[in-house]
């Protein structure tokens, strides 16, 4: 009964009309963020699911890469057909040197308006967040900010942006049907970069952009670039140590760092420890932390709750370290060793700093566990 009524709701529930005006926006663009030349690898996440989502649709890929010299500018251009862009519009502008918000939000808005994109992605990062909002603002068209997933209603033409909502306990899809272009920002490390292939050619725009140095409000004095980067450098790091409530006082993290730093990884941790002020909110992993996929995911004292499990379940392999057997971690862990914390880790690190010279001949990830990975 409740199924057939479902049905007849769906049956009589109205197909978005969209308006034909739009149909003249065609094409998935990623925006290309690069500081001092050094392209944010979420790029090239965003480059590869634009791929997917433009194959779905029929269109092509391109690439925005603004910068201050051709150098830099056809070095990334070259970079971002490798990773899938079929067409790169290029702007080369001294005043496009460092990010300043109203010289990058110019150019992209006058590139959409002149060449009018359906889907526009950037990276859910500071600087691209900035540029996102400002565009869609002046655009006036919607923006989906911090997405996990992106994908395509192919009837509609819709980008389906998918985001976590009401403090990361639902996720939402949320669609923008009667603007153009459809923006979102998507949060590093949740897409997986796509291999490049540097045999590939794509054509290229240099688009002329007259911007007056005189008219910018801001300034850039100087480039300090931040020794920090934690979000950055959890995003993409091949090993991380999680430490979660089990690990019972702030001061065991030390123990979990040296582990971590003889594996050349990196710290995280769950909602809990951050929340006790154990760990930088920037270390938090989860639904309402980070999203991280690298190889070898060390997870001690976590129990393992879904919240916690969203955030690393891209991960290549996960090594759960607790003391309860039924632990729920255990359900889906790769490799569960129980035992106290205590006990496992200083030994493992006995191990590693005996083992670690000897592993010669492989790669850095491999010589660091120990292990084969595949
Ligand atoms: C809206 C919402 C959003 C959330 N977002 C996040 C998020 O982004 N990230 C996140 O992590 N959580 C998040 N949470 C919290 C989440 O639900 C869990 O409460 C949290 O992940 C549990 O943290 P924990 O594993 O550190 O602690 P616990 O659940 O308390 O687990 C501690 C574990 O340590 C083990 N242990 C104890 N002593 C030892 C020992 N000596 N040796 C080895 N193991 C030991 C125990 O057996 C236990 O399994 C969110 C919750 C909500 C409601």
């Not at 970079?79 to 899938?84: D, K, P, V």
Request: proline share 6%.
């Amino acid at each position: 009964m409740a199924e057939n009524e479902d049905k007849a709701k769906n049956a009589k529930r109205k197909k978005p009309v969209i308006d034909p005006k739009l149909a003249d926006y065609r094409g998935v663009w990623v925006f290309v963020e690069q500081e001092e030349g050094v392209v944010h690898p979420v790029s090239w996440e965003l480059l590869g699911r634009a791929r997917i989502l433009a194959t779905s649709l029929g269109v092509e890929v391109a690439a925005v890469v603004f910068g201050a010299n051709d150098e830099t500018v056809d070095k990334i251009t070259g970079q971002a057909i490798s990773y899938g862009a079929e067409k790169v519009y290029q702007v080369v502008d001294p005043a496009l040197c460092d990010y300043r918000s109203d010289p990058y939000t110019d150019c992209l808005v006058n590139l959409v308006k002149k060449y009018k994109p359906e889907i526009l992605l950037l990276g859910a990062t500071s600087l691209s967040r900035d540029l996102a909002s400002s565009v869609a603002t002046i655009l006036e068209t919607g923006l989906t900010a911090d997405c996990t997933e992106l994908t395509i209603d192919v009837e509609n033409r819709s980008l389906e942006a998918t985001r976590p909502t009401f403090g990361g306990s639902l996720l939402c899809t949320i669609l923008t049907l009667n603007y153009r272009p459809q923006m979102a920002t998507a949060r590093p490390g949740v897409l997986p970069i796509p291999l490049p292939e540097p045999d590939r050619k794509g054509v290229i725009i240099r688009e002329p952009m007259r911007i007056d140095e005189e008219k910018l409000i801001t300034k850039v004095l100087g480039f300090i670039p931040d020794p920090c980067k934690v979000a950055e450098r959890l995003s993409t790091a091949e090993i991380v140590v999680g430490g979660g409530r089990g690990i019972k006082q702030p001061g065991h993290f030390s123990l979990l760092r040296e582990l971590a730093d003889l594996l050349g990884g990196e710290v995280g941790g769950t909602r809990p420890v951050v929340q006790a002020g154990w760990l930088d909110t920037e270390r938090q992993i989860g639904q309402t932390g980070k999203t991280i996929r690298p190889k070898v995911y060390i997870a001690v004292g976590i129990s393992g709750a879904i919240q916690h499990r969203v955030g690393i379940e891209k991960a290549g392999m996960i090594v759960a370290i607790n003391n309860d057997p039924n632990a729920p971690i255990f359900d889906y862990a790769d490799l569960g060793i129980v035992g106290d914390f205590l006990e496992i880790i200083p030994a493992l690190i006995r191990v590693l700093k005996k083992k670690r010279a000897a592993k010669n001949g492989l790669s850095n990830t491999e010589r660091n566990i120990g292990i084969e990975i595949k």
